[in-house]
């Protein structure tokens, strides 16, 4: 009993998680636990239904074509089953992500009971198994919920449906083939390790493209009651202005010309509301050497300052930059990184359409 009741917990405060990631139109708690429980049971007697007609044994081989395959369609076919019951939330890119991420932690949480019980070690089984094969559950799985996200939004996404199966399944099984078949601890947490690594990544992107994040504008601004003294960067004019914020990020705002003024820690925390996963070190990287202002934008509307460390910028221009700089991002990852590229496989065109 104390064995359920911990891996339980453990689900639990896994689904807490995924719904603290998921930070711009959070997934009422209530749904997430329907997924949670029924998908995680129905994947469970899915899995063991076509196990019944088709047995596998622990083998590399059979890893790849049966165990993976099976079980990620039985994850698959739960979370279709539950649809009905959080289809009126399934209303941004990563609801895909984590309502597949609740059914897979489901079959995670009771395979991961049933392991325990078999053990002579159930304690400490479970504790390895809770860090290691929840995560990699549901890093598996990811892929079909983001692509069962687009096939439900757009016209039809079998293409990317049958791509993301097949992602998973091979990425499931090569992960077990490595554990049934070789000695090297290296390999095992390094697959794994990569896995979660793009979990995360896919995680982001659909993130930057939500239509829940708030926009860059007036309406927003929170006044601190602060004020503070400076010379505006753009125009010289000393200024005594309120401190302002949005989204926890902190500005000022130029009277003389109507600059918005933002330093450098709160521009990455801006940049990062806008693209989650957002690289500080590939930023400061591309910035221009010495006291050469960096133009961020096409049109050379959006400034920063490296020697002032400074972003400036009038509020309108800015807005309609980072309205389309997590767009940008998901654009420039597809072009360059496996991940961006497994991301158009699975019907990234049809969701960038989606999120204009």
């Not at 209530?30 to 949670?36: N, P, Q, S, T, V």
């Not at 049934?180 to 793009?198: A, D, P, Q, R």
Request: charged letters at 20%; hydrophobic letters at 45%; glycine letters at 6%.
């Amino acid at each position: 009993m104390i064995i359920v009741l911990l891996a339980f917990i453990v689900g639990f405060l896994y689904l807490l998680w995924i719904r603290k990631k998921d930070q711009f139109e959070k997934e009422p708690f209530g749904r997430l636990l329907i997924a949670f429980l029924v998908g995680g049971t129905l994947s469970v007697v899915f899995s063991l239904t076509i196990y019944s007609y088709i047995p596998a044994e622990h083998t590399f081989i059979d890893s790849i074509l049966k165990i993976g395959p099976i079980e990620e369609i039985s994850k698959l076919l739960a979370l279709a089953a539950c649809y009905k019951f959080f289809e009126k939330d399934f209303n941004e890119p990563a609801d895909g992500l984590v309502y597949m991420s609740a059914v897979a932690l489901g079959f995670s949480t009771i395979e991961n009971i049933f392991y325990s019980f078999s053990s002579n070690y159930p304690y400490t089984l479970l504790a390895l198994r809770s860090v290691i094969c929840v995560l990699g559950h549901m890093s598996f799985s990811g892929y079909m919920g983001i692509a069962y996200y687009i096939h439900k939004k757009s016209s039809s996404n079998w293409r990317g449906l049958l791509v993301s199966f097949i992602v998973a399944s091979v990425a499931h099984g090569l992960y077990d083939g490595f554990i049934f078949e070789t000695n090297s601890n290296l390999l095992i947490y390094g697959f794994w390790l990569i896995s979660v690594i793009f979990f995360i990544a896919f995680f982001n992107m659909t993130l930057s493209l939500s239509p829940f994040k708030k926009r860059f504008h007036q309406d927003e601004f929170k006044d601190t009651n602060k004020v503070v003294s400076f010379q505006c960067i753009n125009c010289e004019a000393d200024i005594k202005s309120n401190r302002l914020t949005f989204q926890k990020v902190e500005f000022s705002i130029c009277e003389s010309c109507d600059q918005v003024l933002v330093s450098r820690d709160h521009v990455f925390k801006l940049f990062t509301y806008y693209r989650p996963g957002f690289r500080k070190r590939k930023f400061v990287n591309s910035l221009p050497e010495g006291d050469q202002k960096a133009l961020l934008d096409d049109n050379g509307n959006i400034h920063y300052h490296s020697q002032h460390q400074l972003l400036s910028a009038r509020h309108d221009h800015l807005e309609i930059w980072l309205n389309n700089f997590g767009k940008k991002g998901v654009l420039e990852r597809i072009e360059t990184k496996i991940s961006g590229k497994i991301f158009k496989w699975i019907g990234a065109d049809k969701l960038l359409n989606l999120s204009e």
